[in-house]
């Protein structure tokens, strides 16, 4: 199986900050990698595929790069609907594995 | 725009089969864009997959989970379905099932965009 190592598991932010969480894959995955926002009792949200593409609706501030085995997302100018925890994954082979998540939390 | 809901039983006891449903709404399971999935999140743990099909009936499953799942489609219905047997207290969480964007003509690796809200189920007697 593919391991999905991300970091920083937790981070503290203020609205207006910009954050980067990174991801990094056991074994070059390709640009076969997304990103979602979980948020309590919100259905996830899907916010990258293909490593940089962004979902239909989802505003720029949100950006991915990177490809093989490391990725990264980045978020800029938090706003309060973004103090959520997000998740990379792979998709370039079954089985699907996702990152150990990153809880990003008001300062 | 896909629209995803499971329901199902919340409380499923020890070494019974959990079993949940996901209904598609905004557009057909037959189609051959998707594959439909099954992914769960254990109270306070991270996202696991646990399998994915295609409208053609063919599957793919996580091997942790030792060929106790079964997903299977509806089309009358519109809906996919989950079952897990020989449930433990291990398999507590939330399950959401997903769409996976698949382009055909491409073919790339699907990948998730659609997910419904998620329902926790609860193993115990």
């Known amino acids: 199986d593919i391991q999905m190592t991300q970091s920083p598991s937790s981070l503290s932010a203020s609205v207006g900050d910009r954050v980067t969480i990174t991801c990094r894959a056991s074994q070059g995955v390709g640009n076969y990698v997304a990103w979602f926002q979980l948020s309590p009792g919100k259905a996830p949200k899907s916010l990258i595929y293909a490593a940089s593409i962004l979902q239909g609706g989802v505003p720029s501030k949100f950006s991915g790069s990177g490809s093989g085995t490391d990725f990264t997302l980045t978020i800029s100018s938090l706003q309060p609907e973004d103090f959520a925890t997000y998740y990379c994954q792979q998709y370039n082979s079954y089985p699907l594995t996702f990152g150990g998540g990153t809880k990003v939390e008001i300062k | 725009q896909l629209q995803l809901q499971e329901s199902g039983p919340r409380l499923v006891k020890p070494s019974e089969t959990l079993s949940l449903t996901c209904t598609v709404s905004?557009?057909?399971?037959?189609?051959?864009?998707?594959?439909w999935a099954w992914i769960r999140q254990p109270p306070g743990k991270g996202l696991e997959w646990i399998g994915s099909?295609?409208?053609?009936?063919?599957?793919y499953d996580n091997p942790s989970l030792k060929s106790r799942v079964t997903i299977s489609v509806d089309t009358s219905k519109n809906q996919f379905s989950l079952k897990l047997n020989s449930v433990t207290a291990a398999d507590t969480a939330v399950y959401f099932c997903a769409g996976q964007y698949y382009d055909l003509w491409r073919g790339y690796p699907p990948y998730f965009d659609y997910w419904g809200q998620g329902t926790l189920v609860t193993v115990s007697s």
């Open positions: 099909i295609y409208y053609s009936g063919s599957t």
């Open positions: 905004g557009g057909a399971i037959s189609s051959s864009n998707y594959y």
